[in-house]
């Protein structure tokens, strides 16, 4: 028994004295001699990736100042106006965790990404507006085929640009992100409707072409009566204070992007696609503006919903260069020529498919798959 007591005596003695030495580094936890030396391999390689990015991205961006140029004095485009290799990946060691940064700093906030529930909110409380929703999704389509058909685009190019951009089943009022329908999903951008306008293209349309709308508006609210008439005026004077705040800054789309993500009335604006009247006209005129560019670039051939879809994915000068490219080029081309650097490695299918060949054939196999949704086939019955 006392052997036992003299042991459990010794056991507290030790804890105790062993409580009283600083901790050391826990097992696996890099010490400081570990963090520096994984540090300097790190900051080596993203030299030596950074000596071959660089001018990459350079050449990227002078090649493309070139064919500007060229277009500009209606020169031919050739394979030496395209960087032909692809751009540098970095395969080094990612960048280490100091141990001893502080562990419990939280992350800044980022703002929650605004969903419909705030696009309404913000659009009654800044600007009057409410809008008077479709009754059902077979209506909302059928008037945004009518405005589509009305201005020219063919029943192709709307069912495959909608099947691209929503796969096939989204709403009027999908939200981006929200597609599935799953409880645990999540907007992962404002982007909303058939055509998955941002609210920067919102605050854009309107302020360029908001007095056309409003002359459409006022003819319907010609035919009118009643509290349908009332209602359609208040739209109207509601929208008029729309395209007064989408003016309110320069046209550029820096300056509509600012409006759109960083101020009330930005994103109250995109409330506007949700109304019956409104929407189709945005949702339409998104594509619409891709098929004038290239017609006044001398491309009176109608675009496939492919080359649409393409304008509409890299802007319309990038797309309708590739639009342009002979099928052969198109097979040398990489995609990167058609991207700045950061949104080139934000965009997982234009560094996948490589060339504009292979972005193009994944674009149509993607439309295809999607097009025999029920969403797209409720689409083409509306034509």
């Not at 390689?45 to 500007?68: H, V």
């Not at 077979?138 to 691209?164: D, I, M, R, S």
């Not at 005026?233 to 960083?262: C, G, Q, Y």
């Amino acid at each position: 028994m006392r052997n036992r007591a003299t042991n459990l005596l010794i056991v507290a003695l030790t804890l105790g004295a062993l409580s009283n030495v600083p901790a050391g580094p826990t097992f696996g936890q890099p010490t400081a001699s570990d963090y520096a030396e994984k540090l300097q391999r790190y900051l080596e390689a993203r030299r030596a990736y950074e000596a071959q990015a660089e001018p990459y991205w350079d050449a990227i961006a002078e090649k493309r100042r070139q064919r500007n140029a060229k277009r500009r004095a209606r020169e031919p485009i050739g394979a030496d106006d395209y960087v032909l290799t692809q751009p540098p990946l970095y395969a080094g060691p990612s960048r280490p965790i100091d141990p001893n940064a502080p562990r419990d700093t939280p992350e800044p906030d980022k703002p929650p990404m605004p969903v419909v529930a705030d696009f309404l909110r913000h659009a009654a409380a800044q600007f009057g507006f409410m809008p008077q929703r479709p009754p059902s999704e077979l209506a909302a389509k059928k008037a945004y085929v009518a405005v589509a058909k009305a201005a020219g685009l063919t029943k192709e190019q709307v069912v495959h640009v909608y099947a691209f951009e929503t796969g096939g089943n989204g709403g009027y009022d999908t939200q981006a992100g929200l597609t599935s329908g799953r409880p645990e999903a999540r907007a992962i951008s404002p982007a909303l409707g058939y055509n998955q306008l941002l609210s920067t293209n919102s605050v854009g349309l309107i302020a360029e072409n908001g007095d056309r709308y409003v002359a459409i508006l006022e003819r319907k609210a010609a035919r009118l009566t009643g509290t349908d008439k009332v209602a359609m005026t208040k739209k109207i004077a509601a929208f008029r204070r729309m395209i007064t705040f989408s003016r309110s800054v320069p046209n550029a789309w820096s300056a509509h992007d600012e409006l759109a993500k960083n101020t009330p009335g930005g994103i109250g604006i995109h409330a506007v696609l949700l109304d019956r009247d409104l929407g189709p006209l945005l949702q339409t005129q998104k594509l619409l503006d891709s098929v004038v560019f290239a017609r006044r670039r001398g491309h009176p051939a109608p675009l496939t919903a492919a080359e649409l879809e393409l304008m509409n994915f890299t802007g319309d000068g990038n797309g309708y260069d590739m639009v342009l490219m002979a099928p052969e080029l198109r097979q040398q081309v990489p995609t990167a020529n058609f991207f700045q650097r950061a949104g080139y490695e934000r965009n997982p299918i234009a560094r996948r498919t490589g060339t504009v060949a292979a972005l193009i054939a994944s674009m149509e196999a993607r439309m295809e798959r999607a097009a025999r949704e029920r969403g797209a086939k409720g689409l083409a019955a509306a034509f």
